[in-house]
């Protein structure tokens, strides 16, 4: 993901530096703090949280735990992860339900963040929690805002109480008040409030959203905040926890900025945890929010324990277990591969889970120039199979493969390269399986490597051609050496023959057999090559 592009480059650019040092003196220390804070600043942290940031970095760098380490610049790496882990919030809020249902949660913010989205996206998550959810639609300023309500609750599989057509029409604090009698009545476990907003912060918003808290009296108030929203997330924030006293923070439209300040800032300038992070446009982008994962992610760490969770959700264990004894006894199948392919797309975004990977910072231009799509394509081209085709490939001549490219919308030659990977890659999958070590393209098999390459030297000088020697006497009795199987004038005189390569009882003798791998190998050896 996009979030804090800009500032991972940057401190992944200034600890690469220490690296190469063995010991960091005071103006090592200054140097990098003074990096950090420049990365911080670019990336729209508020002031205050910077100053306080490299304050501590430094003092904390200068001090024993990093002169005494073993590895200064991995000690010093440690130290900003912990800080930013400090000013993320620290350890995972989670949400606290009340002992007797229902549970109210209040969403409050400026409009354009994201809210109405957000409550989508929460009750989906909560539903699938084993939570019952119920939509309360209480913006009735913004024009069509119950409408986008409505169609989110029915993407999400939530109900949704909307009793006031909105768009000017209604009283929000009564709305809201009558959801809490209509969620009793109607068993839901948990009450999401989707209130107003305003594009700027003012008294009248303030008014309504105090007006609404005080007549539900919520668990929880979540401030949901733009990540785009810069320098200005800090006094939106300090405004709403005075006017409305928010209990969490959600972050909203976390792919889309490549700086990403506000989440650095509003979390250490209000008290107030992150509890959610909105990650995209689809219903499923959402995650609850883990510092010390988001401080991995800023460090170019990864992320390794978010994308096990969403491998788990998204994999069925049984059916996993079952298609890993297929590629050990060779009957993995297209079939196959399409049911795990459609397997992987529940879980996200390719390039999110990606960006997950420690280091992945370092495949931007690859992650930025993959292409979605071609998971799409691919399955286009499976669908347009025949069941028979699916479990045995072989089955697919050139009037087949023209039947399945036009069914798909896609070329013969697309069609013929994915049969192809599905073969060497259902050849590597039942190596490994095995225990073996999978013949990957560009690189040497593993064992015997040496003598093969040794072969491959020798009988590219052995069809050299033609000596290059001036002396035509000579040229006439390498010639005559060649015709009679040896490689040269020494070989047929028995020159090397202490080596076993020619001569008398030689392994190239005048029989004609090749020198074996073990004879090259020793030769190559002793000449140092």
Do not use: C, Y
Request: glycine share 12%; hydrophobic share 40%; net charge neutral.
């Amino acid at each position: 993901m996009a979030t804090f592009g800009s500032l991972s480059d940057r401190l992944t650019q200034t600890f690469s530096a220490l690296r190469t040092k063995g010991k960091l003196s005071p103006a090592d220390v200054d140097k990098t703090v003074r990096e950090i804070r420049r990365a911080l600043l670019d990336a729209d942290v508020a002031l205050t949280v910077v100053k306080d940031f490299t304050a501590t970095v430094r003092e904390r760098a200068l001090g024993d735990e990093v002169s005494k380490a073993l590895n200064p610049a991995q000690q010093v790496v440690q130290i900003v992860n912990e800080e930013l882990v400090t000013i993320l919030g620290g350890q995972q809020r989670r949400l606290e339900f009340a002992k007797t249902p229902p549970t109210v949660i209040m969403l409050a913010g400026l409009q354009g963040a994201g809210k109405t989205t957000l409550a989508g996206k929460l009750a989906k998550w909560l539903k699938a929690q084993g939570h019952t959810p119920l939509l309360v639609a209480a913006d009735l300023q913004r024009p069509n805002a119950v409408t986008q309500l409505q169609v989110v609750g029915e993407q999400a599989g939530a109900a949704v109480f909307a009793p006031e057509p909105g768009n000017g029409v209604g009283d929000p604090v009564r709305v809201a008040k009558d959801a809490i009698v209509h969620a009793r009545s109607r068993q839901h476990d948990v009450v999401i409030v989707d209130t107003a907003g305003r594009l700027g912060v003012d008294a009248e918003l303030m008014k309504q959203a105090a007006g609404i808290r005080k007549a539900v009296d919520p668990d929880e108030v979540l401030f949901v905040i733009d990540a785009m929203i810069g320098q200005d997330a800090v006094s939106t924030a300090l405004a709403f926890q005075e006017g409305v006293d928010f209990t969490g923070v959600v972050l909203s439209k976390l792919d889309g900025d490549a700086r990403g300040g506000a989440a650095l800032s509003v979390a250490s300038v209000t008290g107030r945890p992150i509890m959610f992070a909105s990650t995209g446009e689809g219903l499923d982008d959402f995650e609850p929010f883990h510092p010390d994962r988001m401080a991995s992610r800023i460090l170019d760490l990864g992320d390794i324990l978010s994308l096990i969770e969403q491998a788990q959700k998204a994999f069925d264990e049984e059916e996993s277990r079952a298609v890993a004894e297929k590629f050990a006894t060779d009957s993995f199948t297209l079939e196959d591969f399409l049911a795990q392919m459609q397997q992987l797309k529940k879980m996200g975004s390719i390039k999110g889970m990606l960006g997950m990977l420690p280091g992945a910072r370092g495949m931007r231009e690859q992650l930025d120039n993959f292409d979605e799509s071609e998971l799409t394509r691919t399955e286009a081209i499976i669908q347009s199979m025949t069941l028979a085709e699916r479990r045995m490939p072989k089955l697919l001549n050139g009037s087949r493969r023209l039947r399945i490219a036009r069914g798909s919308g896609t070329t013969v030659t697309e069609v013929n390269a994915l049969v192809n990977r599905f073969e060497q890659a259902a050849k590597m999958m039942k190596t490994v399986a095995k225990g073996g070590m999978p013949n990957i393209p560009g690189m040497q098999q593993m064992g015997g490597g040496g003598a093969a390459s040794a072969r491959k030297a020798a009988a590219k000088k052995k069809g050299k051609g033609a000596s290059k020697s001036g002396n035509p006497a000579k040229r006439a009795a390498e010639a005559a050496a060649r015709a009679q199987g040896g490689g040269s004038t020494s070989g047929a005189l028995g020159g090397g023959a202490g080596f076993g390569l020619g001569g008398p009882g030689g392994a190239g003798a005048a029989g004609g057999t090749e020198p074996s791998a073990e004879e090259l190998a020793a030769l190559q050896k002793f000449l140092g090559r």
